[in-house]
């Protein structure tokens, strides 16, 4: 998203430091129009008609029961975070709304954040600022090449309250270190 586009933050939001609260104030100070509304209902449909946003943040499962119901050419975007999206369940929802989705990859014990997918579509840029990942083979919990898949393990580099030493995560995926197609160079989880 870029400055002139509203999003639309489908997370629970009004608690501080909320999952949402963050997100709708990281968009804010970065200029960007967002909202928050939580819990998905029945009348997200018409909020969404009434505010028009360009984009939706959510979980994949909420995000295709919106996108069925609006249809193509109300959105320019939406972020699935929150939960697993597969590969045809992310297709489905684009074919719903005519929009392209990108993928965030965060947990608790990451600090919410971990990676978010570019318009390559080529895997999650990584937070390299906040938190070391590693792949690493599930059974002998050493390191795997980039590449191979394995199991997601997480160090945390800028905690204070709960830091995270080889935290493993039970999620698997690959690491991919090469220049994105986007031009970007942080590592990518795919």
């Not at 045809?88 to 392209?100: N, T």
Request: glycine share 12%; charged share 20%; net charge neutral.
């Amino acid at each position: 998203v870029a400055k002139g586009d509203k999003v639309m933050v489908l997370l629970p939001f009004t608690l501080p430091d909320s999952v949402g609260d963050l997100l709708l104030r990281a968009l804010q100070g970065g200029g960007i129009e967002a909202v928050g509304f939580w819990p998905p209902e029945q009348k997200t449909r018409e909020v969404i008609n009434t505010l028009r946003p360009t984009c939706l943040v959510g979980l994949p499962q909420h995000l295709l029961a919106l996108a069925e119901a609006i249809g193509p050419g109300v959105l320019q975007s939406l972020l699935l975070c929150s939960d697993y999206a597969a590969p045809a369940l992310r297709r489905r929802i684009e074919a719903a709304c005519g929009c392209p989705t990108f993928l965030h990859y965060g947990s608790t014990e990451s600090g919410l954040g971990g990676g978010v997918e570019c318009a390559a579509h080529d895997g999650c840029h990584l937070r390299e600022a906040d938190i070391l990942l590693e792949i690493i083979n599930p059974k002998t919990c050493r390191p795997l090449p980039d590449g191979e898949l394995g199991e997601v393990v997480i160090t945390t580099l800028a905690r204070r309250a709960m830091p995270l030493v080889r935290y493993r995560t039970g999620d698997l995926a690959r690491l991919d270190r090469t220049t994105c197609r986007c031009g970007g160079v942080t590592a990518r989880l795919g």
